[in-house]
């Protein structure tokens, strides 16, 4: 038993597994945050996510959505993200301009009234910009051009000319 002992003594004084403790709490500690709050960040710019994304849905059903059947640039957003902060305002500037022939949305993924269609559209980074020909559907070209407006509205005039 004294070598046992004196294993476990001269374990726990060493500083590292001491921190390593600290740290292994504090892991269980934001895990069960989350499991109590999904939406909980605990401020770690990661671009990463827990689990899938599953189901479908039918986007008639989506509150403040008009599914129809014209052209739709849908913007998804996370008010916490750096990217979509810079890329928002080019993109509210594209709606005041209001281009013929097409629908443009800003959709906060983070709001619980979307959360379906979000879902439902699998979308796990931020921004997500996606081009719909017909309405909001699972038919979608995603967009690949800078965040500026004149990347989105070179964009759209690429996605209306095909």
């Given at each position: 038993m004294p070598k046992l002992n004196n294993a476990v003594d001269s374990m726990m004084s060493n500083p590292l597994v001491h921190v390593i403790c600290v740290l292994i709490i504090i892991?269980?500690?934001l895990a069960i945050i989350?499991?109590?709050y999904p939406s909980f960040s605990a401020g770690v710019g990661l671009n990463?996510?827990?689990g899938t994304l599953k189901g479908s849905a039918n986007f008639e059903a989506f509150e403040g959505f008009d599914n129809?059947?014209?052209p739709t640039l849908a913007m998804y957003y996370a008010d916490w993200c750096g990217h979509c902060k810079k890329a928002k305002p080019?993109?509210?500037e594209l709606m005041k301009k209001n281009p013929n022939g097409i629908s443009l949305m800003l959709i906060d993924a983070e709001d619980k009234k979307n959360a379906d269609l979000?879902?439902?559209q699998n979308i796990q980074g931020f921004p997500t910009i996606r081009y719909y020909a017909?309405?909001?559907n699972n038919d979608y070209k995603e967009f690949d051009g800078e965040r500026t407006l004149q990347g989105f509205q070179d964009f759209i005039?690429?996605?209306m000319n095909n």
């Open positions: 892991i269980i500690v989350r499991i109590i990463a996510h827990v129809h059947n014209s080019y993109f509210e979000v879902k439902s017909n309405g909001l005039g690429r996605m």
